[in-house]
């Protein structure tokens, strides 16, 4: 369930003013040439981004301006995301004592609980505001950070504390679902995808920020001794300044309309799940490898203890999160200029020949050649990322019936999407933690995401490729 894409010919109009101190949104008439009305609590009505006019006089100056705090947010919600999976490679040498079974649970706990959120967190925006729903779900990132400080600070903090820390960390990755949300209500459809795209590389950012970071900041004038509490409260004044960003300076539009009979009709469509199982490969591959990169670094290459900045050290594992990040507005680019299909193909042949490299390279112990195929496989699957989501309107346009229209069952197919293919951060470490405890290499495991890189590319082809070519479509 999501929400509906607030174009002229899917919205619905707007109701008459409430108090101030209601959320709900009004029922006033609108046209298309209706001038904005700014009510008390920052709601606006009559919002509609394809009128030029209105548009060019203020519309542009206010999407605008709700998509920086909105990357800023949700940057700082993939940053709460991606803490733990920073923080378990120092926790033996501050004196936790923890399986491997259990490292790779505290990794991937935040990615199924930052999964589920997704969905609910779709319909927050349309409930709450946009405004007014991020300043709650930046709030919210208190809990998993200051929690994380405490917890870390004493060795003999039971496991269970560790893990109920780390599944709250998943806040973060539910900002994701109604961050993307709000935006897509402020851009027009000829700006909305540039618009996502930014607002999702933004946030994906947060995860190499705080890999690059926090290593850091917990060994900055700690001498023989980890300052790991610092890995949570660092992250405190910078969520204060974006709950009250969002408070002074982003709006609600009283336009976003929760649409349930369209994610019924998603829900049913085969093609939504097609796209899921991609989505997982593309988006669940970074986000899953983000999240493991540095066990993964830290356990083949022990020996490779990081970059000395002054008395910090600092690993290279920011570099897999940020390259993906980087590389998925381009791959959503590419996707406009050659059809998401091609790419999306693309991107899991070079996803494959990445994780082979590893493996048949893996004997040599070379750093820098281990770094590169990871490397590769991260720029692959953030372009992946912006290619599969872009897919995604073109295949319920081709769909569309004559009940719900295709413009609102790709909505939702969007928001759900987004939250299935999250669970690819909880599978990967998962199965790369069964590889190295069942048969104490990571090379198993590997293999495993190779074939599944070549099933989907499989599906890909199968699917879409055949699609495009019987409907004449770029798909």
């Known amino acids: 369930m999501t929400v509906t894409d607030p174009r002229p010919e899917t919205a619905t109009p707007p109701a008459a003013a409430l108090p101030a101190a209601t959320t709900a ?85 935040p990615s199924l609980v930052g999964a589920t959120l997704r969905i609910p967190y779709t319909f927050m925006v349309p409930r709450f505001g946009g405004r007014n729903w991020t300043i709650v779900s930046a709030g919210l990132l208190l809990i998993p950070t200051i929690g994380l400080g405490i917890a870390v600070s004493n060795p003999q903090t039971p496991f269970g504390v560790l893990l109920l820390f780390a599944a709250l ?28 795209g930014l607002n999702a590389a933004g946030g994906n950012l947060g995860a190499s920020v705080a890999q690059f970071v926090v290593p850091i900041v917990i060994t900055i004038g700690a001498a023989a001794t980890l300052n790991l509490p610092l890995a949570g409260f660092i992250w405190v004044p910078l969520i204060i300044v974006a709950m009250v960003g969002a408070y002074l300076r982003m709006d609600n539009l009283s336009s976003a309309k929760a649409d349930i009979t369209a994610s019924l009709a998603a829900v049913k469509e085969p093609h939504l799940w097609i796209m899921a199982v991609l989505y997982i490969g593309t988006f669940g591959s970074f986000i899953g490898f983000a999240g493991v990169f540095p066990k993964l670094l830290a356990d083949t290459f022990p020996d490779f203890k990081g970059i000395a900045i002054g008395t910090a050290t600092v690993t290279l594992a920011f570099m ?3 390259v993906g990040s980087l590389a998925r507005p381009y791959g959503g680019r590419l996707a406009d200029r050659f059809g998401g299909t091609v790419i999306t193909m693309g991107a899991f042949t070079v996803m494959g020949l990445g994780i082979l490299g590893v493996i048949l390279t893996l004997p040599m112990q070379n750093f820098a050649v281990f770094l590169l195929c990871f490397l590769v496989l991260f720029a692959a699957a953030g372009m992946g990322n912006g290619a599969t989501y872009r897919m995604i309107p073109t295949i319920f346009a081709l769909r569309s019936d004559n009940g719900i229209g295709a413009q609102r069952k790709a909505a939702a197919a969007l928001g759900l999407i987004s939250a299935i293919g999250a669970y690819g951060g909880f599978f990967i470490p998962q199965l790369l933690g069964f590889s190295k405890t069942t ?31 019987k409907t004449g479509s770029r798909i």
């Open 25 to 109: 949104p009004s029922t006033a008439p609108t046209t298309a040439s209706a001038e904005l009305v700014h009510r008390p609590g920052r709601w606006i009505d009559n919002w509609n981004p394809e009128n030029a006019t209105q548009w060019a006089k203020e519309g542009k100056a206010i999407a605008s301006r709700n998509l920086r705090w909105s990357i800023f947010a949700e940057f700082l919600g993939f940053v709460v995301w991606q803490l733990w999976s920073v923080v378990v490679v120092s926790l033996p040498a501050a004196g936790f004592q923890l399986s491997t079974g259990e490292i790779f649970w505290l990794i991937s706990m």
């Open 169 to 196: 960390a998943g806040f973060g990755g539910g900002n994701f679902a109604s961050s993307m949300a709000n935006i897509t209500f402020f851009y027009p459809a000829a700006q909305k995808g540039w618009a996502l």
């Open 320 to 322: 897999g999160a940020l």
């Open 439 to 469: 048969f104490g290499s990571y090379t198993p495991a590997l293999g495993w995401f190779a074939l599944a890189y070549l099933a989907f590319l499989a599906i890909t082809a199968g699917v879409y490729l055949r699609m495009s070519k």
